[in-house]
């Protein structure tokens, strides 16, 4: 099976701009987790779907927003761009959810300037 | 509140020498526990994982990591370390809820060089 896989993987952007990261889990994986990588904060929750429903969410402003589709696709949108968003922006899929393993993909390294 | 603390922030081994990398956490229930791996801009990779059972669980790469309660540790071993395992490895625990949704708590990591 295919890993999972996120677009693009490098991005630039200006503060204030909006940007949306996609995520294409593993075939037959219904859940879809985003996390953020920063050298000070370390790896921290952003949010999980689940059928197109988000069921966890971490502790991040409201300019942090996903969705996910019938085909399990997820994206993550960030509005309003701050320097402190410049991040690794990590995906993970897993089968049903609860405790099952989640896989990453590459991850996303957005730079806000 | 669940918590995931990697003590060492670095650790330089000699290639050959044998390694163990510290996790504890704190989990009111049974944990799941995962070791990830991630080199240089890349994603994380699965090393093991501890849902139940023998305490001892064997890994990828010829990683193996025990769970002890008693002592709400986790910690990854190695008995002979290559040159390739130079990488930053993430404990993290799985907090699962009634309700099915999970996420992952991650510790702070290790950064793991090894000397030829």
């Known amino acids: 099976k295919a890993g999972v896989t996120q677009t693009p993987r490098y991005l630039i952007k200006t503060r204030g701009q909006q940007v949306t990261l996609s995520c294409s889990p593993i075939?037959?994986?219904?859940?879809v987790s985003w996390y953020q990588q920063t050298p000070g904060q370390g790896l921290q929750f952003l949010f999980e779907?689940?059928?197109?429903?988000?069921?966890n969410k971490g502790n991040f402003p409201g300019r942090f927003s996903g969705r996910q589709f019938s085909n399990s696709r997820s994206e993550m949108n960030v509005s309003t761009l701050e320097l402190g968003d410049s991040a690794l922006y990590l995906c993970?899929?897993?089968?049903?959810?609860?405790?099952?393993?989640?896989?990453f993909g590459p991850g996303t390294r957005l730079l806000v300037l | 509140a669940q918590s995931v603390t990697q003590p060492d922030i670095h650790i330089t081994v000699s290639e050959g020498a044998s390694l163990e990398l510290r996790c504890n956490y704190s989990?009111?229930?049974?944990?799941?526990l995962f070791w990830y791996v991630q080199s240089p801009g890349q994603g994380l990779q699965l090393l093991l994982k501890?849902?139940?059972?023998?305490?001892l669980v064997q890994g990828i790469k010829g990683f193996e990591a025990e769970f002890k309660r008693s002592q709400s540790s986790f910690n990854l071993r190695k008995p002979s370390v290559h040159w390739s395992d130079a990488a930053e490895y993430f404990c993290?625990?799985?907090?699962?809820?009634?309700?099915?949704?999970?996420?992952?708590?991650f510790g702070a990591g290790t950064r793991l060089a090894v000397h030829p």
């Open positions: 993970a899929s897993s089968t049903e959810g609860a405790g099952e393993t989640q896989y």
């Open positions: 993290a625990v799985g907090a699962a809820f009634s309700g099915g949704y999970n996420k992952l708590i």
């Open positions: 075939s037959g994986h219904r859940s």
């Open positions: 779907y689940f059928s197109e429903t988000q069921r």
């Open positions: 501890y849902f139940s059972g023998d305490t």
């Open positions: 989990y009111g229930a049974t944990p799941y």
